[in-house]
């Protein structure tokens, strides 16, 4: 018969490995690499830069133009070739956001820009099949998003960009810190009690 230490430590291991799949499927940071461009508008403008989102908050789907920026991790894009605005604008800079799915579940994990919505594709700049804007600090020069996934500088027309990349960035995703504690705390638990059992047979 199993003695009652044994099965407590059996019982123990069986919940930190139930505890585990959990840890790194909550508090997914996801980064991604973004770009437009003003070649549809016939101008030279352009612009890359790269967010992280917290995928487990993210509205995905949304039924409608929704705010972001709380789920918003980190946040750097950078422009290039306009008449007024190149620079680097951040997450300090940032004022407003705008995001929609186009009524469906995008797929995350692969290129957003493209994916079927019910409407066009992801990315089309018609104002019925998504949208993604960023609004940082015309005050200061800031880029300035608007619907049909387009961003403009100094408020001209000429600066206008297309968004044409939304592509993550593959890396292992993080548990969040408190899951990672607890997993640890845990672990370490189950060492103790292993070790005073074994001291306790000598």
Do not use: C
Request: proline content about 6%; cysteine-free; hydrophobic content about 40%.
């Amino acid at each position: 018969m199993m003695k009652h230490w044994q099965l407590n430590i059996g019982l123990l291991l069986a919940g930190l490995l139930m505890l585990a799949p959990t840890a790194f499927a909550n508090g997914v940071f996801q980064t991604y690499n973004l770009a437009w461009s003003g070649a549809r508008f016939g101008n030279s403008a352009s612009a890359t830069g790269q967010i992280t989102l917290d995928l487990t908050t993210l509205p995905n789907p949304s039924s409608g133009t929704v705010d972001i920026f709380s789920d918003i991790q980190s946040l750097s894009i950078t422009v290039t070739g306009t008449n007024t605005g190149n620079g680097t604008w951040t997450l300090d800079n940032l004022l407003d956001t705008s995001w929609w799915t186009g009524d469906v579940t995008l797929n995350m994990m692969t290129e957003l820009v493209g994916q079927p919505t019910n409407g066009n594709p992801w990315g089309n700049p018609d104002g019925q099949s998504g949208e993604f804007s960023l609004m940082f600090d015309p005050g200061i020069g800031g880029p300035w998003g608007v619907k049909g996934f387009t961003m403009f500088t100094g408020g001209a027309d000429a600066n206008s960009m297309l968004l044409t990349e939304f592509d993550p960035v593959l890396e292992t995703p993080v548990p969040e810190p408190g899951t990672m504690l607890l997993f640890g705390s845990g672990l370490a638990a189950l060492a103790g009690m292993v070790r005073r059992k074994i001291s306790q047979r000598v």
